[in-house]
């Protein structure tokens, strides 16, 4: 077991996007990094050798809150860890569930103790407190757990947003308090990363972004954003929170989004992201790339019989034509999905690269320009 490591490598010039290297048991990560979404410890529609091979993932994320209904943890346990249950041998990051537990599930109770709350599946009642899930996220096993936190909407009233930044900094003594406590159980590492929480109002982002430092933890996330707030709004409450954010840790933007919004975090000093919407927009037929925004489902691809995305990474995308994967689209073929999701990954996943590439050779402000005008076009 050797701990989490984190080299910061390359800074931009006339920007603060970063280039650098996380190393975990399980592997190494290049950052800028987007973690694709396995939320019951797969990535939908695609198999891991093509999200290695294909996609070039470096690390995929699980969800807490999911695993621990289904399979449950005494099948996990079982299993030796969520590595070895789903054969993932890379790095893995579990959330603590706080998001689906109050957007999902509908939190029945919030108290000071945790969370009391009904599950989607079959409607038993459960809770989420920060020792349990602390315990929960040992027993999956990844090598990034986070904290548990209460997760306000965006468009709290400052009062409300001020009380639940002040029950998650309580919870996140908690968490931490538990993870010292407690031990990985499959022999590797597992660090955990406190969440910088206070919606829109700078003065409570502040607060929380100074409140997180004292655990000196492995790196710091960043929530609450990408939840209906204006995009310039996000942007300036990243700058902020990476002001105050240490330097030689990694910042972590959660849930966080287009390609846009990434190339624009990365500008503001952040190395890793997560989204479900490579997947989830693939699914319904929306496909990114370098040049812009396909709606593969739209009339004037039915005779188009040139690749799916000439400039892609992935081999669905010179293997196919447009004209075929609309044609499996509009049919509801379960292979449409598949294609677009594998495309989507492996093209958020050359997006990073390109921005570390960019960093590393001391051009990335003058790309990113240039890309934010191409990826914001819909063809």
Request: hydrophobic content about 40%; proline content about 5%.
């Amino acid at each position: 077991m050797h701990g989490m490591k984190f080299e910061l490598q390359y800074t931009a010039p006339g920007s603060r996007a970063r280039a650098g290297e996380i190393s975990t048991d399980h592997g190494t990560i290049q950052t800028p990094i987007f973690m694709p979404v396995g939320t019951a410890a797969t990535v939908k529609g695609i198999f891991h050798r093509d999200l290695v091979e294909e996609a070039k993932a470096q690390i995929i994320l699980a969800n807490t809150y999911h695993l621990y209904l289904r399979p449950g943890l005494e099948t996990l346990e079982a299993a030796g860890g969520v590595h070895r249950f789903s054969t993932w041998n890379r790095p893995m990051l579990t959330d603590s569930g706080g998001f689906q537990v109050f957007s999902l599930a509908g939190c029945r109770k919030l108290t000071e103790e945790g969370c009391r709350f009904s599950s989607h599946i079959d409607g038993s009642k459960h809770l989420f407190t920060p020792e349990n899930v602390i315990d929960t996220e040992r027993i999956i096993g990844a090598d990034i757990m986070m904290a548990f936190d209460e997760c306000p909407p965006g468009d709290s009233p400052y009062d409300y947003a001020a009380k639940s930044l002040a029950l998650t900094h309580r919870w996140l003594e908690r968490c931490f308090n538990q993870y010292h406590k407690t031990q990985p159980k499959y022999g590797h590492y597992q660090a955990l990363f406190p969440i910088v929480q206070g919606c829109t109002y700078p003065d409570l982002r502040t607060q929380s972004a100074q409140f997180v430092q004292q655990f000196d933890a492995d790196g710091y996330a960043i929530g609450g954003l990408a939840v209906g707030e204006p995009a310039p709004v996000m942007y300036e409450m990243i700058e902020l929170v990476n002001d105050i954010l240490p330097t030689d840790k990694p910042r972590y933007l959660m849930g966080v989004g287009t390609p846009v919004n990434i190339l624009e975090g990365i500008d503001r000093g952040v190395d890793m992201f997560d989204c479900v919407m490579p997947t989830r927009n693939g699914r319904n037929g929306m496909l990114f790339t370098s040049e812009g925004i396909i709606n593969i489902r739209n009339e004037k691809w039915k005779n188009d019989f040139s690749p799916i995305d000439p400039a892609g990474t992935a081999f669905v995308d010179r293997l196919y034509s447009k004209a075929y994967l609309r044609h499996l689209a509009i049919a509801g073929e379960m292979m449409a999905a598949q294609i677009a999701s594998l495309h989507n990954i492996a093209f958020y996943l050359w997006l990073v690269g390109e921005a570390r590439r960019k960093i590393v050779e001391g051009t990335f402000k003058e790309w990113k320009t240039e890309m934010v005008a191409k990826l914001a076009k819909r063809l």
